[in-house]
């Protein structure tokens, strides 16, 4: 028998019962969030999509936050903080805090809102059948990775050398690294490898990128943001890298599947779920709208003069 979505979620917040009731739980169902940096753009969309499937935080659902803030040896801790809380659903953004999420549960089902190269990095076992408690939306940010030195090229025609920062403690990197060596092998440009691990070797990793002739430096999206565009910006190194929020916080592009429409669309899988739905059984979906976002504020900073075919193709430009 079909199930009215709208109809389920109203029926938790009216009658007090539901998804959690069934398990032998009395209260409304309650959803652990753990997210790598700000909770904000993530939030807003995530509850958008939620309300387009019937739910109403502290009417129906409950949302439980925690970020680490950056700092990604935090996050074990906050999904284990999470899991003792007794939530039904963990939704995690970010490969890390996926990783971190699985780590600290094999029965909760678990969230991608997304996760880059869930596949390369054994976060599920296929796409099309997930397995295990783990399943929703993958960034493509891997494949991504190697159109950001197309962008490069398309600023820089002469460049003929970039860094690639990357962070060899995150699984994501090897399929991260992998792509860009595929894309640099049919531009014929040279790549500097650039591993940081901690905030010191990141602050190191720049000075060093300008004495290994780097003209630009692709970011691996999972890196903290913040200092790594302030570095950039203090050692005048184009930057691209495969999050909206980069080219927002004043790195100077992203090419990325959109951020608003995989957040969006990780509520439905946890409307999915809390109707019965097993996370194995749910395909993990593959982003269909992407976004090029400039900052041409930046460009002005270093001195870039973009060109007019770029910021006409860009789905935002950044004054």
Do not use: C
């Not at 780590?103 to 089902?109: F, G, K, L, S």
């Not at 408690?133 to 940010?141: F, M, P, Q, R």
């Not at 050398?161 to 060596?181: V, Y």
């Not at 899988?269 to 109707?275: G, S, T």
Request: hydrophobic residues 45%; charged residues 20%; neutral net charge.
């Amino acid at each position: 028998m079909l199930i009215d979505r709208r109809a389920f979620a109203a029926s938790l917040g009216l009658l007090g019962i539901g998804w959690r009731a069934a398990h032998g739980r009395p209260n409304m169902p309650r959803i652990g969030i753990l997210l790598v940096e700000n909770r904000e753009p993530f939030a807003s969309e995530f509850r958008a999509g939620l309300q387009e499937a019937g739910y109403s935080e502290g009417r129906n659902i409950l949302l439980e936050f925690r970020s680490a803030g950056g700092k990604l040896a935090a996050l074990g801790d906050l999904a284990a903080e999470l899991v003792h809380l007794d939530v039904d659903i963990l939704v995690a953004s970010e490969t890390p805090a996926v990783a971190a999420a699985k780590r600290a549960t094999t029965t909760i089902p678990i969230v991608m809102a997304p996760a880059g190269d869930p596949l390369g990095t054994g976060l599920v076992e296929s796409l099309a059948h997930p397995g295990g408690n783990v399943t929703g939306l993958s960034a493509a940010t891997a494949e991504l990775a190697g159109k950001s030195l197309d962008l490069i090229r398309e600023i820089l025609p002469a460049i003929q050398r970039i860094a690639a920062l990357a962070d060899p403690s995150n699984p994501f990197s090897k399929s991260f690294l992998k792509q860009i060596h595929l894309s640099s092998a049919a531009l014929r440009l040279d790549i500097a490898v650039v591993n940081v691990r901690s905030m010191n070797e990141l602050q190191s990793a720049f000075p060093g990128m300008l004495r290994d002739h780097a003209e630009a430096v692709v970011v691996q999206p999972t890196l903290p943001r913040a200092p790594v565009i302030e570095l950039a910006l203090k050692y005048r190194l184009p930057s691209v890298s495969g999050n909206r929020a980069f080219a927002d916080q004043g790195g100077l592009m992203s090419y990325a599947g959109s951020l608003a429409d995989r957040y969006r669309n990780a509520a439905s899988y946890v409307d999915r779920i809390l109707q019965g739905t097993k996370p194995a059984d749910l395909p993990v979906r593959q982003p269909v709208k992407f976004e090029l976002v400039v900052n041409q504020k930046t460009a002005r900073t270093l001195g870039l003069t973009l060109p007019q075919s770029l910021l006409a193709r860009a789905d935002e430009v950044i004054e």
